[in-house]
């Protein structure tokens, strides 16, 4: 088969020991991103199969009208909001999905949370320009964690802010609190509660049609001058511009950011902050994780090659 593999920001993939598995296949990798129809056409345009790294390249309907040779696409990860599955299923493409581990992602988060509230990053670069000691941090011990979805990530950063003697408090769908109760954390009684009462809110919600922007200026201006927002989740789960503008008005007075509206980033208005932390979302890029979700989407490439298709979203295209 002819595989492409867009958006491999750091020509990773080829380090991965999973990529054996794609020998006697012709595989061409693209390091870039590129959002114009016409250069993405070309690209794919001989591709029997894509490999998508997450949610980095959209596939549409107009370009998949241009990819008559396409059959497969294997997605790393369950997320596929950037996959018209619908038009895929119209031009007879395959659409199959993979998992991976919550790790990565609840040990960046933890790593924001420290970062953020001991103000790591400022005080290393004040260190380099020849200042000691130029801020007054806080510790996590006795404060609140509040966790927004507890789902695979969210029970594991729930569990870090446990060890490090935090008082967790979880809001989300009944079975997010349902599945919180029983492992023995306290459920706020509203969302706005949550937002109120935590020194530190984590975002661990599925980004969908109902959870877009559930995350409300108003919410945000609920929460304490002191308290951080971490979102290590999707951008769009909070109201288009209000995160910069609720850390400008200081409520919260601080934000750890690891994800964005449009990626890769060239400028934003959150890296212009002093006190918002942004990576350029390095959640899940690890290289255990690596092998996992790329493991598991070339798996399904050679099943599919060997008439054996597994994890079809749209099966009925094998009709």
Known sequence: MKIVIPDDYQDAIRTLECFAKLAGHEV????????????????????????????????????????????????????????????????????????????????????????????????VAAMKQGRWQSTLGLGLRGRTLGILGYGKIGSVVAGYGRVFGMNVLVWGREGSLTRAQADGYAVAISQCDLFERADVVSLHVKLMADTRGIVTAADLAAMKPSALLVNTSRAELIEAGALAAAVKAGRPGMAAVDVYEAEPVIDHPLLHLDNVICTPHLGYVEKDSYEQY??????????????????????????
Request: with cysteine.
């Open 28 to 123: 061409t990798i693209y390091r870039d991103t590129v959002r114009d129809l016409d250069t993405l056409a070309a690209r794919f345009q001989d591709a029997d199969a894509l490999i998508l790294i997450r949610e980095r390249t959209s596939i549409t309907e107009s370009l998949l009208a241009r990819l008559p040779k396409l059959k497969l696409i294997s997605q790393t990860g369950r997320g596929i909001p950037h996959i018209d599955v619908e038009a895929c299923t119209r031009h007879r493409v395959a659409v199959a999905v993979g998992g991976g581990s919550p790790y990565a992602t609840a040990e960046l988060t933890w790593g924001l949370v420290l970062a953020a509230l001991r103000h790591i990053p400022q005080e």
């Open 294 to 319: 790329f493991g598991s989407a070339i798996d399904q490439l050679v099943a599919f090659a060997a008439g054996q298709p597994v994890e079809l979203v749209n099966p009925q295209v094998r009709a």
